[in-house]
């Protein structure tokens, strides 16, 4: 029963911290433009985090060894060096983006000043981070997350068409000219980027070795990667969903985050519409930590220093220093004033730009045989990993010109 | 050395002094979509306040997040120079910023 309870609550932690920033708003917006006709890199995206996502723990888990400590491995000093600072950089921007988007949210929420929103929510993020261990952290943010569960309800109460969302899974290409065109790819390749976002796996295989995992939790590690997935995938297709019923046919395109919430205040109100905002808080929260302690676990593991987000911080001062800092260099950007949704943008892109440096070094340390044994990674899955990692190389090509040629995907 | 330092600024302020940008055709259209997306946002908005589906807090911060964007584009569109022959549409596209301005003011009073 224990064993249940424990696997239950990894699935909903998953789900709940599945959503970021990046993919409320482009998955919304793809949808106020293309109505279903991007379900399919919902589901491409999904598979692929699934596969990598699955692999990441694996590896750890078996080899002991985090996503960065294999990058080193695999790709050398040099190139594992400037793989770690394009890394870091993109969660510095990314914790900005999600630092900038929670006092928004905070404003929403009580009317408080947007500024003071944003120093007093990033010095108490800072103080919870200090204070609670790690699976306090991942589990308090992610149990709050599934308040974005309320989106897939609106959604739902719309009565979508489901045809049409079926025919969805298909791509199709939208022809209504070369810049509907390009824009279509530009948002394929932003979704797909949205859901493979690399913190995402730095913070999940060195959450892996945080909670002490062993050989006996690898089915565990299969499970709450492959359900938290999926309804996380699902959750994404609500939010395409609610952009296509209620932005498309009012020629809305959601430019900001205040605006995501609206899809769910019209036929639920106001009780939703709290809730909602409550579970973009959870997630753009829960995004600002997972950039902010994977910017220091990639350093530490890296260099081969100590980390430990359950021991006391000034245990593990270096651990400590790239964190507070990223935490804090990320809060002055968000003071600047720059546009979350700006930096939100850039990051995906630039994001997808790096992530075959992520997804490449994962995907030949979990087909070793000398680091992993028998837990080598299986032929189907291993055909599959490759197949989209060409994928991905593909994407992380195309994402710049699509950037420049739609200027960040203006309608 | 001086002369890598100097060429950039001087690039700088070359781009600082120049006005606003140059704004084609297809420019104006998506901006002139952008501004009909935001009319279009406030009228969502009214109607969910009036359907009292909103709380005070969302529906003000929301009012004034539209009338920031929609600032900026008037803004931007206050620099812009037209190219040739678009001149009558940059025209257009500037009214139509201002007259989303004066709704969404219209707007925020309604809802304080």
Redesign the interface.
């Known amino acids: 029963m224990k064993k249940v309870i424990q696997l239950t609550l990894g699935i909903m932690t998953a789900l709940g911290g599945f959503v970021d920033l990046g993919q409320i708003v482009f998955t919304m917006q793809a949808g106020a433009l293309f109505a279903y006709k991007l379900i399919w890199a919902i589901v491409l995206g999904g598979i692929a985090i699934m596969l990598y996502m699955e692999m990441c723990g694996r590896v750890a888990v078996v080899a002991q060894r985090p996503v960065f400590a294999v990058v080193r491995l695999r790709l050398g000093p040099r190139l594992g060096v400037a793989t770690l600072v394009a890394s870091n950089l993109l969660n510095l921007l990314t914790c900005a983006a999600e630092l900038g988007a929670i006092a928004?949210v905070v404003?929403?929420?009580?009317?408080v000043n947007e500024r003071v929103a944003l120093i007093v929510g990033g010095l108490a993020l800072g103080a919870l981070v200090w204070m609670l261990h790690f699976q306090w952290i991942e589990r308090t943010f992610g149990l709050l997350g599934l308040a974005m569960i309320v989106f897939a309800v609106a959604a739902w109460n719309l009565d979508p068409n489901w045809k049409s969302v079926a025919g969805g899974l298909l791509p199709g290409l939208a022809t209504q000219g070369s810049?509907d065109l390009t824009l279509y790819a530009y948002f394929a390749v932003g979704i797909f980027s949205a859901l493979l976002m690399e913190y995402e796996v730095h913070f999940y295989s060195s959450g892996a070795i945080e909670e002490k995992w062993t050989i006996k939790d690898l089915p565990e590690n299969t499970i709450v990667s492959v359900s938290g997935i999926v309804l996380g995938s699902l959750l994404t297709c609500a939010l395409l969903i609610l952009g296509a019923i209620?932005f498309l046919p009012?020629?809305?395109?959601?430019?900001?985050l205040?605006?995501t919430?609206?899809p769910v205040?019209?036929p639920?109100?106001?009780t939703a519409?709290?809730i909602a905002?409550i579970g973009i808080f959870a997630c753009v929260a829960s995004a600002a930590i997972e950039t902010a302690l994977s910017s220091g676990y990639n350093i530490c593991q890296f260099f081969g220093f100590k980390w430990d987000k359950n021991v006391s911080p000034l245990e593990v001062p270096r651990f400590t220093i790239s964190w507070t800092g990223t935490l804090i260099l990320a809060l002055v950007i968000a003071v600047t004033g720059i546009k979350p949704l700006t930096l939100v943008n850039f990051s995906i892109i630039f994001g997808m730009v790096i992530m075959p440096f992520t997804y490449y070094p994962i995907l030949t340390a979990a087909r070793d045989p000398a680091l992993m044994g028998e837990h080598v990674t299986g032929k189907v899955q291993d055909t599959l990993a490759w197949i989209f990692l060409g994928i991905i190389v593909i994407a992380a090509l195309a994402a710049i010109p699509l950037m420049i040629a739609t200027?960040s995907g203006?309608? | 050395m001086r002369q890598w330092v100097s060429a950039p600024a001087a690039l700088l302020l070359l781009v600082a002094c120049s006005g606003g940008s140059v704004v084609k055709h297809e420019e104006l259209a998506s901006e002139m979509k952008q501004i009909r997306s935001l009319d279009a946002e406030g009228a969502l908005l009214w109607e969910i306040v009036l359907s009292r589906h909103s709380t005070h807090a969302f529906a003000r911060g929301e009012a004034s997040y539209l009338h920031e964007a929609a600032k900026e584009h008037q803004r931007k569109l206050a620099r812009a120079r037209a190219a040739q022959g678009a001149e009558r549409e940059l025209e257009r596209t500037r009214a139509a910023a201002l007259g989303l301005i004066e709704r969404i003011i219209a707007l925020r009073l309604q809802i304080q």
């Open positions: 928004i404003q929403l929420l009580t009317g810049h209620v009012r020629d809305i395109f959601p430019d900001l205040s605006t919430a609206l205040a019209l639920l109100g106001t519409l709290k905002l200027h203006q309608p």
